[in-house]
């Protein structure tokens, strides 16, 4: 495994890779990994011949007061995870190469960044779909690898593949879970004993949602109040906001028609933690 720091040695093996006509799939990530992280780079062992793991806590999407400086870093583990797993490069640039004095070019879906988290958090869209354009743009992957955690920047990741052409395949792996069902995110490791023992109870207030909507509850707002209930039974846990909207322009659903994302955020003291389910059938041609 090689670790890369420059990005002219990451386009030549990327340039080999192409010549040598071996696929490339990019998982990138911002470091401190963990088991969902460490599933996509198993994904993506299975479909390319030359894995590229990212680790770079990108500034630009987060917000003023956010967690830049406390996110949890640690290289070295990174790599060690990343060489165990058969990683082929691990990518782990400094700020000044990926965003040199003058940068000035930033990439925005304009639409679908507007709700969910993008509401409570304006710029962070625009962040990621930045870096991760220029990620693709400098290792040129086949696929590009995402959590389902992490929904909404599937979705807007996804829109902007599309509308700008991209040629790479975008390959989004299942939540994961720790046994409890907390869903896994680097942020966990901030939380305190109390914190971890109640941030379990979002997934619980999804799986009462999951179950209503098996048992025929289609009105957004039963299936809404019942997360709702389900988070705010827990008094560690402040709730910031729950949505049902549809997967296209996640914009808010009356009734569960079609394909639907049920999506929350939630503060433990804080972290902010996020979760999500999908309800409903895709549509035949989604
Ligand atoms: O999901 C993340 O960790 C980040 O948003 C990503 C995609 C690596 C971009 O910085």
């Known amino acids: 495994m090689e670790i890369v720091r420059r990005l002219a040695r990451l386009r030549e ?10 696929k490339l799939a990019l998982v990138p990530t911002m470091g401190y990994l963990h088991e969902g992280h460490l599933s996509l780079v198993r994904l993506a062992r299975e479909m390319a011949d030359l894995v590229v793991v990212s680790v770079f806590v990108n500034p630009s999407q987060f917000g003023p007061g956010e967690d830049l400086e406390s996110y949890p870093r640690d290289s070295h583990r990174d790599a060690e995870l990343c060489k165990k797993e058969g990683t082929d490069v691990v990518y782990m640039p400094e700020a000044s190469d990926v965003y040199p004095r003058g940068f000035q070019t930033w990439v925005e879906v304009e639409q679908i960044t507007k709700s969910l988290c993008g509401a409570f958090r304006p710029g962070h869209f625009r962040g990621v779909t930045t870096i991760v354009l220029k990620l693709l743009n400098m290792v ?3 696929f590009a690898l995402f959590g389902q955690k992490d ?3 599937c979705l807007v990741v996804e829109r902007m593949i599309r509308d700008l052409n991209l040629d790479v395949e975008l390959v989004i792996g299942p939540t994961v879970r ?7 995110s680097s942020r966990n490791k901030h939380l305190s004993a109390d914190e971890r023992r109640a941030a379990p109870a979002i997934y619980r207030a999804l799986t009462t949602a999951e179950r209503l ?10 299936l809404l109040e019942a997360v709702r209930d389900g988070v705010e039974a827990e008094q560690l846990l402040k709730l910031q906001y729950v949505e049902l909207v549809d997967t296209e322009a996640l914009e808010p659903v009356e009734r569960v028609v079609g394909r639907c994302l049920l999506a929350l955020a939630a503060f433990a003291g804080e972290t902010r933690l996020i979760d999500n389910t999908l309800l409903g059938e895709e549509r035949r041609g989604e």
């Open 13 to 22: 093996l990327s340039r080999d890779a192409r010549a040598d006509k071996r």
């Open 140 to 142: 040129q992957p086949h």
């Open 178 to 184: 720790e046994p409890d069902g907390l869903a896994m």
């Open 213 to 222: 909507y098996a048992r025929g509850e289609r009105e957004a707002a039963r």
């Open 151 to 153: 929904a909404q920047q």
